[in-house]
């Protein structure tokens, strides 16, 4: 009776064991990702944040390449990092054509000082909004921020960016 109570208790612990949550293995862990849609200079970009889990060594970068959605080459960027940083906040370049409900690829290396990979994070970012509602043009300009008249139709309304030329979803 005492071995059947001990072999259930291995069994269950086992069980227990499996359904645990696999720790994430690096430095970063996955904490926010979004689309920055900057009206007042008619930009999108992606965002990506990352939480610091694990020690970052010297020398160390990430490596982020996030899809294009004009289509073309894979846009990359390489960001150092710093061991007393608890955050990583990632930017792309400027984008155009980002579509509605359209999941896109973003793929974070994080590489050590001799550009070996320690950590892989992949991920999609999907906007709830078209490029088209960013205007075609700056809407202001100079320092003192004043309107940018080339940027509104006759009615004082924005002209809006064309989705013209853009990937089918």
Do not use: H
């Amino acid at each position: 009776m005492k071995r059947g109570w001990v072999m259930a208790m291995v069994l269950a612990g086992l069980v227990s064991a499996g359904c645990q949550r696999e720790a994430s293995t690096g430095p970063f862990e996955l904490s926010g990702r979004l689309f920055v849609f900057n009206y007042r200079i008619s930009q999108a970009s992606y965002l990506v944040t990352l939480k610091r889990i694990g020690p970052v060594a010297e020398g160390m970068q990430a490596r982020v390449r996030f899809e294009n959605p004009a289509g073309g080459t894979v846009l990359e960027i390489r960001q150092k990092l710093f061991p007393a940083q608890d955050k990583l906040v990632l930017e792309s370049p400027p984008l155009t054509c980002v579509r509605k409900d359209r999941p896109y690829s973003v793929a974070i290396d994080i590489l050590d000082q001799d550009e070996k990979l320690v950590q892989e994070l992949k991920t999609s970012v999907t906007s709830d909004l078209d490029q088209s509602v960013l205007p075609a043009r700056l809407i202001v300009t100079g320092p003192a921020y004043q309107r940018n008249d080339a940027a509104f139709d006759r009615n004082g309304n924005p002209v809006a960016k064309s989705m013209e030329g853009c990937p089918a979803r």
